[in-house]
């Protein structure tokens, strides 16, 4: 089980938005930056959103990062069937001086 | 282009030790940490370690502490993970990933696949 919570699934139309939320304490996601990837299955995972809401060159605007306290989330417009796969946010665990994945979430486009 | 490539797939015996390669181009290797994460089978990611290539400083997670040791060659660009004491939950894939900033994994390897099986 991850420290850091997220959603196991969560599923919308083409066109539509959704959110992934991603969970965790004061000691990682309160005091440090959060990445997330995308997963597609059999592939590597790529950065999508560094620093809690910067994207790399190439990722589109449709890709968002926020962050409150403890908790941040990626949200995500103009769903595309390109879109589905495994999305997992990341972040440093500062009591232990490692990093730290939350469990992932499973994307479906409808 | 920044690029790292991976050694091919290993298939070891319990009890034995795996060491997997990973080439860095693109970038000066000497100015980014190096992290190595893997994945169970349908399972996710966990952060195994990092190396720092200018200085060979190693920062390990807790589970694997005393089992892994990650090295470096800058002759080659190349970063190195062992683990050793292998059993069948040490299958997965393993990867290697630059830290690009704070901690933000970019880009990583294409994977490889160690399989533990008597």
């Known amino acids: 089980q991850s420290v850091l919570t997220q959603p196991p699934s969560v599923s919308a139309a083409p066109g539509q938005k959704v959110t992934i939320s991603c969970s965790g304490t004061?000691?990682?996601?309160?005091?440090?930056?959060v990445s997330w990837y995308h997963q597609i299955p059999g592939t590597a995972p790529k950065l999508l959103i560094f620093?809690?809401?910067k994207r790399p060159s190439g990722i589109p605007d449709r890709f968002s990062g926020s962050k409150s306290g403890t908790s941040a989330t990626l949200g995500i417009t103009g769903l595309q069937t390109g879109d589905e796969g495994d999305y997992y946010c990341?972040?440093?665990?500062?009591?232990?001086?490692?990093?730290?994945f939350g469990g992932g979430t499973k994307l479906t486009v409808l | 282009q920044v690029h790292l490539v991976q050694s091919g797939a290993e298939v070891k015996r319990p009890g034995a030790s795996v060491r997997v390669s990973c080439k860095a181009s693109?970038?000066?290797?000497?100015?980014?940490?190096m992290h190595w994460i893997r994945q169970a089978p349908g399972q996710g990611l966990e952060w195994m370690g990092w190396?720092?290539?200018?200085?060979?400083?190693?920062g390990y997670a807790q589970k694997f502490h005393g089992r892994v040791t990650m090295t470096r060659d800058t002759s080659i660009s190349t970063v190195y993970m062992e683990l050793n004491s292998l059993t069948s939950d040490d299958t997965a894939i393993y990867y290697c990933?630059?830290?690009?900033?704070?901690?933000?994994?970019?880009?990583w390897g294409q994977g490889t696949l160690v399989t533990v099986s008597s």
């Open positions: 990341g972040t440093w665990e500062s009591s232990l001086n490692s990093g730290l």
């Open positions: 004061t000691s990682n996601i309160g005091n440090n930056y």
């Open positions: 620093e809690d809401n």
């Open positions: 693109g970038f000066t290797f000497t100015a980014s940490y």
């Open positions: 190396i720092n290539t200018n200085n060979s400083d190693t």
């Open positions: 990933a630059r830290d690009w900033t704070y901690k933000a994994f970019d880009p």
